[in-house]
């Protein structure tokens, strides 16, 4: 079946810049995650949505940062005025629910120059 | 101290080598296991995902659980050059939802 599928695979853009990134998750999957992976910081977790809700947002770095999640499918992370320290790959992961093993997607590679 | 400590490499091994591949961790409270394989420019993919300790075995992989020395590893048998790939311990943090990973190992298997 159909994976989790993220959009755009690759984005780049000018300092200052909003950019948004797409995620949707498999099919049935009810929990979705956001995560950010960097050379020199590994793979970091964002935000976490339950449905529509998000009860965990504590990864976000910034309030330059926002997430939402319509249907309890497809969700956008977006990033405002981009900075150069955002350029990283940005990888979604949906699960069946609580506790249940994350699957991810592909990501999208942000490069801010 | 770091929450997950994982030896970055890279490692290179000929190809039918037997692999083992490490992670140590701090936190207690980490009840499940996972570890997860990431080819160049894709997302990571679940491999192993155990909760208890001793060896849980899947194909040529085997994932092994020490939970008194907070300490696990993956032993990949009959190594390919396919298995080239970062892989990557990860934990989950009971009632937050989030992983915890490892920095990632990078493996080479030479034919």
């Known amino acids: 079946g159909a994976g989790v599928s993220q959009s755009p695979s690759n984005k780049v853009t000018e300092k200052g810049k909003d950019v948004e990134l797409r995620c949707d998750p498999i099919?049935?999957?009810?929990?979705l995650y956001w995560y950010r992976q960097s050379l020199g910081q590994g793979l970091e977790f964002l935000i976490y949505?339950?449905?529509?809700?998000?009860?965990?947002k504590s990864g976000l770095p910034s309030d330059r940062f926002s997430a939402e999640r319509t249907g309890g499918s497809v969700s956008t992370l977006t990033i405002q005025r981009t900075q150069q320290e955002d350029s990283a790959v940005y990888l979604c992961?949906?699960?069946?629910?609580?506790?249940?093993?994350?699957?991810f997607g592909d990501g999208t590679r942000l490069s801010i120059l | 101290q770091k929450e997950v400590e994982q030896d970055p490499g890279p490692l290179s091994v000929p190809e039918g080598a037997i692999v083992s591949l490490n992670c140590t961790y701090s936190?207690?409270?980490?009840?499940?296991f996972m570890w997860y394989r990431q080819y160049s420019r894709k997302g990571p993919e679940l491999l192993m995902y155990?909760?208890?300790?001793g060896n849980k075995e899947d194909g040529r992989f085997t994932a092994q659980v020490d939970k008194s020395s907070k300490y696990i590893s993956l032993f990949i048998r009959d190594s390919q050059p396919s298995d080239s790939a970062t892989y990557l311990c990860?934990?989950?943090?009971?009632?937050?939802?989030?992983?915890?990973f490892g920095q990632g190992t990078r493996l080479t298997i030479n034919p």
């Open positions: 936190n207690s409270a980490f009840q499940y």
């Open positions: 992961a949906s699960s069946l629910g609580r506790n249940q093993p994350q699957h």
């Open positions: 990860a934990f989950p943090i009971q009632g937050a939802q989030k992983l915890v």
């Open positions: 155990t909760y208890s300790s």
């Open positions: 099919s049935g999957h009810t929990a």
């Open positions: 949505f339950q449905g529509n809700s998000a009860p965990d």
